[in-house]
């Protein structure tokens, strides 16, 4: 257990390294000047409503709220944020939030991350007011069967039709198959101010999933400590073999949901080499030792959320999931040496028959940081904890296994 509260102490660690601040180049815009320097980079709940700014590195830090100041932006993410009076949710008044820009021209269109963590999206025309794209979902009942079903009301469908209604490329049967998603709203928008040639001063680059593979290696020291009220609980047992392997990681991630949260997959090879020995067992008279082998590989089937600090070429992250791992090739010897008075007899039989458990599942976390060479290349090494259910499918007799492991790759 040391090391899984080592692990956990390591991930708090980085939990607070994670809400360090973050700047990267960009300006905000004050009483119609732009001042270039560096922005705090932060979650879309926090960009919403507050903006922090410094002239250069070792500036001093000064925070803006959308009061006072009209926009900021970010210079290599082309993110950008202007000052926007909006609507509250019951319609009593107006709160001034930083709307998220996913496209502005004579059409725009803002975003906005709510207290609950959901987008709502705003349009505007001429950089007239705010109106807020939405859809309410309501149950109906057949009449003739009774049996309800769900309707789905997409008024925001509506509103983006009266608006583009100059440009004619913009069916009906295209508005029906907008959906009230970043992408599709900025680029149907998009193409309205296509057609009728109006200029777009800025678009977000639109978000798309992100798969990156890379080889894998790792180092692993093993434990193996049953419990329960089988012989085999009695018996020492110690690692033996080098526990090196490896495989293919798989690192998927979405900008559009989170630019910190992503999925971790691998497919990964793994030895467990494990001897041990129980000594003195007594049977009316009879007394025999014991010495187990257990030479198992695995193929590892590991999932994980990973949460990354995304900021300059070092950046530590964690990661959090479930296993699966099942048996490819397994070893399992036990060697008794009896004495009886003057005799003794040696005798060697499979371990485990009937009782071998070949597939298990396991939880595991880890911590590491990954060095980027170049946007599309970088180079990890991470820690990681995990433990597993064990090879034995008897109640009496539980296998789980330990793991401390060293992972090293190279993404490319």
Same mark, same amino acid.
């Given at each position: 257990?040391?090391?899984?509260?080592?692990?956990?102490?390591?991930?708090?660690?980085?939990?607070?390294?994670?809400?360090?601040?973050?700047?990267?180049? &960009?300006?905000? /815009?004050?009483? @119609?000047? !732009?001042?270039?320097?560096?922005? %705090?980079?932060?979650?879309?709940? *926090?960009?919403?409503?507050?903006?922090?700014?410094?002239?250069?590195?070792?500036?001093?830090?000064?925070?803006?709220?959308?009061?006072?100041?009209?926009?900021?932006?970010?210079?290599?993410?082309?993110?950008?944020?202007?000052?926007?009076?909006?609507?509250?949710?019951?319609?009593?008044?107006?709160?001034?939030?930083?709307?998220?820009?996913?496209?502005?021209?004579?059409?725009?269109?803002?975003?906005?991350?709510?207290?609950?963590?959901?987008?709502?999206?705003?349009?505007?025309?001429?950089? &007239?007011?705010? /109106?807020?794209? @939405?859809? !309410?979902?309501?149950?109906?009942? %057949?009449?003739?069967?009774?049996? *309800?079903?769900?309707?789905?009301?997409?008024?925001?469908?509506?509103?983006?039709?009266?608006?583009?209604?100059?440009?004619?490329?913009?069916?009906?049967?295209?508005?029906?198959?907008?959906?009230?998603?970043?992408?599709?709203?900025?680029?149907?928008?998009?193409?309205?101010?296509?057609?009728?040639?109006?200029?777009?001063?800025?678009?977000?680059?639109?978000?798309?999933?992100?798969?990156?593979?890379?080889?894998?290696?790792?180092?692993?020291?093993?434990?193996?400590?049953?419990?329960?009220?089988?012989?085999? /609980?009695?018996?020492?047992?110690?690692?033996?073999?080098?526990?090196?392997?490896?495989?293919?990681?798989?690192?998927?991630?979405?900008?559009?949901?989170?630019?910190?949260?992503?999925?971790?997959?691998?497919?990964?090879?793994?030895?467990?080499?494990?001897?041990?020995?129980?000594?003195?067992?007594?049977?009316?008279?009879?007394?025999?030792?014991?010495?187990?082998?257990?030479?198992?590989?695995?193929?590892?089937?590991?999932?994980?959320?990973?949460?990354?600090?995304?900021?300059?070429?070092?950046?530590?992250?964690?990661?959090?999931?479930?296993?699966?791992?099942?048996?490819?090739?397994?070893?399992?010897?036990?060697?008794?040496?009896?004495?009886?008075?003057?005799?003794?007899?040696?005798?060697?039989?499979?371990?485990?028959?009937?009782?071998?458990?070949?597939?298990?599942?396991?939880?595991?976390?880890?911590?590491?940081?990954?060095?980027?060479?170049?946007?599309?290349?970088?180079?990890?090494?991470?820690?990681?904890?995990?433990?597993?259910?064990?090879?034995?499918?008897?109640?009496?007799?539980?296998?789980?296994?330990?793991?401390?492991?060293?992972?090293?790759?190279?993404?490319?």
């Amino acid at each position: 257990m040391k090391q899984l509260y080592l692990v956990f102490f390591l991930c708090l660690c980085l939990t607070h390294a994670i809400a360090q601040q973050d700047f990267r180049p &960009g300006y905000i /815009v004050r009483s @119609g000047d !732009t001042l270039q320097g560096y922005v %705090d980079y932060r979650g879309a709940i *926090r960009s919403s409503k507050i903006a922090s700014f410094k002239t250069s590195p070792d500036a001093n830090v000064h925070t803006y709220s959308p009061d006072e100041i009209q926009a900021y932006g970010f210079t290599n993410e082309k993110k950008a944020f202007e000052s926007w009076l909006v609507p509250t949710p019951e319609r009593t008044g107006f709160e001034r939030f930083f709307l998220h820009i996913l496209i502005k021209g004579k059409a725009s269109v803002y975003t906005l991350r709510d207290e609950r963590d959901r987008d709502r999206f705003y349009f505007s025309k001429d950089n &007239g007011e705010l /109106v807020e794209l @939405g859809q !309410t979902s309501y149950t109906r009942k %057949d009449q003739t069967s009774g049996k *309800r079903y769900k309707v789905l009301d997409r008024a925001f469908q509506g509103v983006l039709g009266s608006a583009f209604v100059e440009c004619p490329t913009i069916t009906e049967k295209r508005l029906s198959s907008v959906q009230l998603k970043a992408n599709s709203l900025l680029k149907i928008t998009e193409e309205y101010n296509d057609c009728i040639g109006a200029d777009i001063h800025h678009i977000q680059p639109p978000s798309k999933i992100q798969v990156t593979m890379m080889p894998v290696i790792s180092y692993s020291v093993s434990s193996l400590k049953p419990t329960g009220y089988h012989l085999y /609980v009695d018996g020492t047992y110690e690692s033996t073999g080098l526990g090196i392997g490896g495989g293919l990681a798989f690192h998927v991630r979405n900008p559009a949901l989170s630019e910190k949260l992503s999925l971790q997959l691998e497919l990964l090879y793994a030895p467990y080499r494990f001897k041990g020995e129980i000594n003195n067992v007594s049977y009316f008279g009879r007394t025999t030792d014991y010495d187990l082998t257990f030479d198992l590989d695995y193929l590892k089937f590991p999932a994980q959320l990973r949460y990354t600090l995304p900021t300059g070429k070092i950046r530590p992250f964690l990661n959090l999931g479930v296993s699966y791992s099942q048996v490819i090739r397994s070893k399992r010897v036990e060697k008794s040496h009896s004495t009886f008075h003057s005799t003794s007899s040696v005798q060697e039989r499979e371990a485990l028959v009937g009782i071998f458990r070949k597939g298990n599942f396991g939880l595991l976390g880890g911590v590491g940081v990954s060095y980027h060479v170049s946007e599309h290349k970088a180079l990890f090494v991470e820690t990681r904890y995990e433990t597993a259910e064990g090879f034995s499918h008897l109640r009496e007799l539980r296998l789980p296994i330990h793991s401390l492991s060293v992972m090293t790759g190279f993404t490319f």
